[in-house]
């Protein structure tokens, strides 16, 4: 399990699937940038303890999953 408060991967020319298990299966980050980057595909369930995630300036398609997950998440 990854431990920080921020992460902040923006403008990093991240491309292709967004990493599930990497930022969203073993990480407890509360506050997850990851805008201005490539990633293509759906949005996956959500950790937790997230509260502000941007994922602006990305091609991501297809609906938001019925159980996001991340019950105090604030700003998406």
Do not use: H, K, W
Not at 22 to 41: P, R
């Amino acid at each position: 399990m990854y431990r920080c408060r921020v992460l902040d991967l923006s403008e990093n020319q991240i491309y292709g699937m967004l990493p599930t298990y990497f930022l969203f299966g073993g990480m407890e980050a509360v506050i997850l940038d990851i805008s201005s980057n490539q990633l293509v595909g759906p949005i996956p369930t959500l950790p937790m303890n997230l509260s502000l995630l941007d994922l602006s300036g990305n091609n991501l398609s297809g609906a938001l999953p019925s159980d996001i997950g991340a019950p105090g998440l604030e700003i998406l």
